[in-house]
């Protein structure tokens, strides 16, 4: 059994939050450089030269990215053989974001109700996702989700004999339905299998997954290049204003599913694709 | 397409000037205003009350920024999402805004109100926010400053960047530019 202090999960999320806003990751800039050179749009090419200056510039000075720092999603994978003392881990969580967005400047972007809309002025609550996994570690990732682009995600039940082909024409549906709203070129989380609320985060957690990296398994790594490369015939282009980079990546993530079903989950992420991960 | 440097606030020649796809590199001052402000201005025009600040002939920025940093004029700034906005649009440019910036396609009838009223929407870089930001030269909280990053800030900016995205003779990008690169 290893021992875990609480305030580690706390300062570890409140640089994550700081870190995740002020740094694209690595692949992620990559990809819109790639990106850049690839266009075949004047006024794209224009557009993703910017986003990479911009990303640049907000690293070297500290300072967001995006002025969207979004929701804070917080994923926790917790090693059974961890014990956690000091505290309540979902209060540490949060005071994380708290301090985080305080002390990193970041937009606080998020209200206590939905209906109400009073700015909590502290952005939490934070979305947070925990999961008990075997070992005596802790992977702590945050994703800073913006608006613009969640707000476009889509979630349908398919009917199974729909099969890939059903799933291709929703993805698109989607993306395009999304048009220039979602700051593209985007990451394209997909969900498939699982339950209503299960199948939304697959998609989600699709969008952790590094630029790059396809699915292990050989249909779905298939179904992410064909789909990569269907979105970006759309030509909606950089920030929908017409061009031939609309996603730098598709990532699917599948579970099981009941016989009659066929859910299907899209989560759109635009090009300021942040996130960051530690493991304690 | 054309570049155009222009100084706020916009007169009708610089308009007429304006097609869909054009650049432009915009100096002078401009106002913020979001979902919330927009709320508060629409219920003063509705009765017939005056605004808290003369946004006639002027350009509002859909933009709420993150705060400063020490040193720093304001935080990083980019254009929100603008069909948010859409309701508010054409009664705002019938008062007299020239000019909307945001980004992402709108409803028909802010292309339209675009034509009628004589205003241009300008697409600005969305998630460019930290580079916008270096383009802004003063900023002042000017109303609702009970709204937090959703107050009216009245910006400075310097060669702004901007793309016209509906210009006042039907023009829009969004459906030109990807007609022109679609491919299924
Ligand atoms: S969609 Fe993304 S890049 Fe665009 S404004 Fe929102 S957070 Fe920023």
């Given at each position: 059994m290893r021992t875990v202090h609480v305030q580690k999960i706390v300062d570890e999320v409140a640089r994550l939050c700081q870190e995740a806003c002020y740094d694209l990751p690595p692949d992620v800039l990559k990809a819109i450089e790639a990106a850049s050179s690839s266009e075949k749009s004047p006024l794209g090419q224009g557009i993703l030269a910017k986003l990479v200056e911009n990303a640049y510039l907000a690293s070297r000075e500290r300072v967001p990215c995006c002025h969207d720092t979004g929701i804070a999603a917080v994923f926790l994978e917790i090693g059974q053989d961890v014990h956690l003392t000091g505290g309540s881990l979902h209060e540490a969580v949060q005071e994380g974001v708290r301090r985080g967005y305080r002390e990193g400047c970041l937009r606080k972007s998020v209200v206590g109700d939905p209906l109400l809309r009073v700015n909590t002025g502290d952005n939490t609550p934070a979305v947070v996702h925990t999961e008990i996994v075997d070992g005596d570690r802790i992977t702590l990732s945050v994703l800073p989700k913006g608006g613009g682009s969640e707000n476009m995600s889509a979630l349908s039940f398919l009917l199974p004999g729909e099969g890939a082909g059903g799933v291709k024409k929703f993805v698109l549906d989607t993306v395009k339905n999304a048009g220039g709203k979602a700051c593209p070129p985007l990451v394209v989380g997909v969900g498939i299998g699982g339950t209503f609320d299960y199948v939304a985060l697959l998609a989600k957690k699709a969008l952790l997954r590094r630029i790059g990296t396809y699915n292990k398994q050989p249909h779905l790594a298939r179904l992410e290049m064909e789909l990569l490369e269907l979105i970006n015939k759309t030509g909606i282009g950089p920030l929908g204003l017409g061009g031939s980079n609309t996603a730098l990546w598709v990532a699917v993530e599948s579970f099981g599913a009941h016989i009659t079903a066929l859910p299907v989950a899209v989560n759109l992420q635009c090009h300021a694709a942040r996130r960051k991960l530690c493991t304690i | 397409m054309a570049t155009h440097r222009l100084i706020t606030p916009l007169l009708d020649a610089d308009i007429e000037k304006l097609h869909s796809g054009d650049e432009v590199l915009l100096t002078g001052p401009i106002y913020t205003a979001r979902d919330a402000a927009h709320k508060r201005l629409l219920e003063l025009l509705e009765k017939k009350r005056e605004l808290p600040v003369d946004l006639r002939g002027q350009v509002i920025y859909y933009s709420g920024p993150c705060p400063p940093k020490p040193?720093?004029?304001?935080?990083s700034a980019g254009p929100t999402t603008a069909y948010r906005m859409d309701l508010f649009t054409p009664a705002m440019l019938e008062y007299g805004v020239k000019g909307t910036i945001g980004k992402g396609p709108r409803l028909e009838k802010v292309r339209e109100a675009c034509v009628r009223y004589r205003a241009v929407y300008l697409a600005g870089i969305g998630g460019a926010s930290a580079l916008l930001a270096k383009t802004v030269k003063k900023a002042d909280i000017v109303a609702y400053e009970d709204l937090g990053t959703e107050a009216v800030h009245r910006l400075e900016v310097e060669d702004f960047p901007l793309i016209v995205?509906?210009?006042?003779?039907?023009?829009?990008?969004?459906s030109e530019g990807i007609g022109k690169y679609k491919e299924i």
């Open positions: - | 040193g720093q004029v304001i935080g995205a509906y210009d006042i003779y039907g023009g829009d990008i969004y």
